[in-house]
Structures are given as C-alpha cells and as structure tokens.
C-alpha cells in the first residue's frame, strides 16, 4: 500500500507504548507502510491490539513488527533497513525510576538512542525525530521554558534525555542525519499505564478514583505542569518528518499546551469527569504525601519556536484530552464492591 506522504517506510520505536502506538494508529489510518520496535518491557501487546481493531485489517496490512531491543545495535540495524522516517519513542520514561535504576534508564535510553542513531546513519535513513523531555530545563527557574535556556538535571532520567539530544546534534552535524527533537511537557491519554510504582499520574488517579482507592499527591498540589493530550505530541511528531526548512533540523522543539495546571486543579477536573460515572468519587479528597526527589516544582512551555519552525499549534484542549483519557480508562476500570 502507497503511504499518502509520497510513499515513504516509517519506524516506530516503542511501538507498544503510549505515545509509540498512538503513532503507528494515526500512521497506518492514513494510508503509510510502517515498522514497529518493542522489545515490551514498558509496552503492551494490548495497545498495538487496539491499534488493530481501531485502523481496521487493510491498514493493518501495511504494519510489520520486530519484537527486540533498541539498544541492540544488530537489532536497530535491521529494523532501520529500508526505512526513510523514524520516530523514536522507546524510552524509560520515569523520574523515580531512574533515580532507582539509573543504569536501566541509560542503557535504555542513552544507549538506545545511540545504537538507533548509528544504524540510522549506516542504513541510510534520511529523517530522525526524537523523543526529548521537558526535565532537560531541569532547575532552571525561568517561565515559560524557552529552548535556548537550560538548567542543571535533577535526575538521571533527566541527564539521559540531555544527552539523548546531544548525540542527536552530533549524528545532524558529522554526518549530516536531519534530526528533529521534541520536548514532551507531560503527555497524556488513552492506553498510558496506570499501574505499577511509576505509573503517570492522570491514568493512576482516574483508576484510584473509579475503585475507591486514596489518589495520592507528592507534595502540597500546588506544583504545576503543562499537560499534554497526546493528540498533539502526535501531530508535533508528524510536522517534525515533514518539515523542509534546513533552519528548523537539528534543533529540539518544547511540545506542550502552553498552559499550567496545579496538580490540585488537574485532580478536581478529573474527579469531576469520573464522576459522570461512578458517583461516589465526587466527594473524593486526595491525600497528599511529601515530595519527591528529582520533582521540579513548575513547568510551562514556551511553544512560539515550535509554531514558527514546525507549524505545530496545540489541537486538543487538556480539558478535551481528559474527556478521552477519562472515557478511556473508566471503561476499563470497575469499581470497588
């Protein structure tokens, strides 16, 4: 099946994943011939079967997968084979978790990153978008995040994600790969994992809220975030394959809403829609912990560089994204009895 972009072969890096998978559905809906790398050690086979369901079996045709390691250098050499785009996504993507196995993180997300890169360069692939994060602003105090200004890591996930990006700007410049990094600011959405001690917040409160279960805040609330529908890092990722200005590649773009919300305002909007559903969680309190190590305490996204050289501007409200995820999650959790 000829991709409606002119034909080109995408890989997805973390295809099983939260964001990967959403890449591979809106991928193949539109007609694209895509690869797929997980090796599931974050991913689920459940959500490259949603993928399935929701693009229908003609689309599907057009997907092929490889199950294995991405920071397996003969492992990404042949997933790149014959590929124009990539989107790499696989990645440890948890503060806390890289605060308690830092080699993990790197090896998964350095490493990986590195092996994808060489490959890339060795197969022949001409664009590589990238998965960065907002915590390279690290304690820099300065709102809204800028690109240009960055402060010192706060974690070894954040460190991993800075380097991820300076591997990127050296493959751009030695050998002349055209790169394109996203700072993802707090993505969110459907097939997020809401389970396990490193879970995201928005699918972990959602599911508490639904069984009845205290919903847990690190700190006093008032920490905020620029929350993200993964609508939009979709799209950011899509307009980074395509763009065609020499000006816009190798540089890294903040993805985000462009809007702060306090963890306390985030849960009241997501109590609230719960709610809907299961009535007992309207008078839900959460219950507040101390806070966590590696945790900055605001973030807020300057996106003007990205609308400028992307073209990306936010589709999806965090109100309509927490509609979706909400809808989501609430059909697949059950209430405590």
């Known amino acids: 099946m000829e991709g409606l972009s002119g034909g080109r072969t995408w890989l997805v890096t973390g295809a099983a994943g939260f964001i990967g998978s959403h890449l591979v559905e809106r991928l193949l809906a539109r007609g694209e011939r895509v690869v797929g790398l997980d090796d599931f050690s974050t991913g689920r086979r459940s959500n490259l079967d949603a993928v399935r369901a929701a693009v229908g079996p003609d689309a599907w045709a057009g997907f092929s997968f490889h199950e294995g390691d991405v920071a397996d250098p003969e492992t990404a050499r042949r997933a790149c084979g014959g590929v124009d785009v990539i989107l790499h996504q696989a990645a440890i993507g948890s503060v806390p978790r890289s605060i308690a196995d830092p080699l993990a993180s ?41 690109e240009a200004r960055r402060g010192r890591p706060l974690s070894p996930y954040a460190v991993t994600k800075v380097a991820t990006e300076r591997y990127a700007e050296v493959y751009a410049r030695v050998h002349g790969l055209e790169v394109v990094g996203l700072r993802y600011f707090n993505v969110f959405g459907p097939r997020q994992d809401p389970a396990g001690p490193y879970a995201a917040v928005i699918p972990r409160w959602i599911d508490a809220l639904v069984r009845g279960a205290p919903a847990e805040i690190y700190g006093d609330g008032e920490t905020s975030r620029d929350f993200c529908p993964v609508e939009n890092a979709v799209d950011a990722n899509l307009l980074a394959a395509d763009v065609e200005d020499p000006a816009s590649l190798g540089e890294a773009y903040n993805v985000a809403c462009g809007r702060a919300t306090t963890l306390n305002d985030l849960f009241g909007m997501i109590r609230e829609r719960v709610a809907r559903r299961v009535p007992s969680a309207v008078g839900a309190e959460p219950v507040y912990r ?48």
Do not use: Q
């Open 106 to 146: 790197h090896r998964s997300n350095v490493t990986g990153t590195l092996a994808l890169l060489e490959a890339a360069r060795s197969e022949g692939v001409r664009r590589f978008v990238y998965a960065s994060s907002s915590s390279v602003y690290g304690d820099d105090p300065g709102l809204p995040k800028v």
């Open 290 to 337: 101390d806070f966590r190590p590696g945790d900055v305490r605001h973030s807020l996204a300057d996106i003007s560089r990205s609308r400028e050289r992307l073209g990306y501007a936010p589709a999806r409200t965090v109100e309509e994204g927490l509609d979706s995820t909400v809808d989501a999650f609430a059909g697949e959790a059950r209430p405590a009895r």
